[in-house]
């Protein structure tokens, strides 16, 4: 995730602390993570402002992206 200086915020590889995203997730409505899976996932507080996520696959892979965002309660 970049900045609107596009400077690097955040990253991610995976998915760290599974609880606190199978928590928030629930508390959106969001579908459940599924714990077998390889899908990334990440909790990360922002101010307002203009963000870019790039997404890329492992060592040039490629294929397709579904990126979701919410603003819990």
Known sequence: MLNSSEEII?????????SSISEAAASV???AIDTESQNA?????????LYTLR???EEGTTGVSLVELYVPP
């Open 41 to 49: 996932a990440r909790i990360i507080s922002l101010e307002t402002g």
């Open 29 to 31: 409505g969001a579908f």
């Open 10 to 18: 955040a990253t991610n590889h995976g998915r760290n602390g599974l």
């Open 55 to 57: 997404v890329s696959g």
